[in-house]
């Protein structure tokens, strides 16, 4: 049905009928959408295709610019086509979820900005919990932090990597980590403010000129001090706005960080290798001979194969003293001519080396 224009004068209930009849149109080709989807869930299990595919979503939502979907903010409309995706792909699949817990938290809202609302999702209570999860079947799919823009790679995650496992870097994302002050009454009545010691810190000018006679305690998680906060209304914490919708505590204040563009960097571990999509990103380790210019070697490579590394980072053997790896991004992935030469030649220059995984880079 082709849409009315409505008169300049029209009233309220003539615009909200308008309105009803484009929800029922929109609803209309949701369905049409995930009857589709559903054929092509059935197409890849006859053959074998997994049923996660980031490349094909990140397709979809790098469609989505700031002048095509005007006067709509253009993260209001990849949030509905994110849970679009995620309600389709939940008719293939309902995907099984890690993440580094407790609930509530940054990771959980990065989990949850890849996979939307149509999955299921389990918080492991730490890092080392959560792999063996993924090692063990307990979880198929995990999202975990791998570095912060102002405190570098996160080592554990880099050190759970080195162990392996049955599963593959299938998905890179990025999270902006923005701080609410969430409360039951505004800042300046609150007699205390808990939160995790790292998030008081980055909001700690903010609170010193909104909220000075409230005592700054820390907690084990930025989920606790919501939860503490939902219990006292003198009490504040500094947390995500899905820990004050999971507890119902309103948030009062939002982006209290004292320094803005924190951004985080996330990982999707999967069972599957993921398909080129022409913007990928490959991430190995590199094991050296303990000799001098072993690394220049390594470098030499990717320089001679034109492949741009975007992360170098090295990290001690768990098990072997005082020897180390190297983590190393490479753009291309590991089925492109280049990069498969390159690391067959990186092969021939150091002791060994791991492919973790080739994935589509993440938008933005």
Known sequence: MPLQTPPADADIPALRALIDQIDEQMLTLLISRARLAYQVGQYKQKHGIPVYVPGREREILERLTEEMVHPV?????LAVFREAISACRALEEVPLVAFLGPEATFTEVAARQVWGACADYRAFESLDALF???????????????????AGTIREVLDQLAEGG?????????????????????????????????????????????????????????????EAAAADPTV???GTELAGERYGVPVQARNIEDIKGNRTRFFTLG???????????????????????????????????QLNMSMIESRPLRHTPFEYAFFVDIEGHLDDEAASAGIKDLEVVCRRVRVLGSYAKARG
């Open 236 to 238: 504040g914490a500094i």
């Open 166 to 226: 049955d599963y593959r870097i299938v998905g890179e994302s990025y999270l902006d980590i923005h701080h609410n002050l969430l409360a039951q009454r505004p800042a300046d009545q609150l007699a205390k403010i808990l939160s995790k010691d790292a998030a008081l810190d980055q909001c700690r000018a903010w609170l010193r000129m909104n909220a000075p006679q409230a005592q700054l305690v820390p907690m084990a998680s930025t989920a606790a001090g919501v």
């Open 73 to 77: 903010p253009l993260r209001g409309a």
């Open 271 to 305: 069972p599957t290798w993921s398909q080129p999509t022409g913007d990928d990103k490959t991430t190995i380790i590199i094991y050296l001979d303990d000799r001098p210019g072993s690394l220049v070697a390594a470098l030499e490579v990717l320089r001679r194969h």
């Open 132 to 150: 063996d999860g993924l090692r063990s079947g307990d979880a198929v799919f995990g999202v975990v932090p791998i570095e912060n823009s102002t």
